[in-house]
């Protein structure tokens, strides 16, 4: 038998609900092991115990944004070769 793959760690940040349950379903789907948090402050006391390989950040959230967050975590030399992705928010009007 072949070995079985690590999962891959993904961390989404987001504080819509239910876009952030939309993500986190398609990555543990696709085998991912996902962390969630809904905000800022949630993702960063999650970073203290775990190290994703990537993470996926929503820009604009209350208290700490998204481009915030990114500079406090690149800030960090555990986490200088951690790559993020501003995928998440959303398009249309309001």
Do not use: W, Y
């Not at 970073?47 to 406090?72: A, N, Q, Y």
């Amino acid at each position: 038998m072949g070995e079985q793959a690590t999962p891959f760690t993904v961390m989404v940040v987001e504080n819509d609900p239910v876009f952030r349950e939309i993500v986190t379903g398609i990555l543990a789907e696709e085998g991912c092991e996902v962390l969630a948090a809904a905000d800022g402050l949630t993702a960063l006391e999650l970073l203290e115990r775990h190290t994703p390989e990537i993470f996926l950040v929503d820009l604009i959230m209350p208290g700490i944004g998204g481009e915030k967050l990114c500079r406090i975590i690149r800030s960090n030399p555990r986490f200088e070769p951690l790559p993020a992705g501003h995928a998440l928010g959303r398009c249309g009007r309001e």
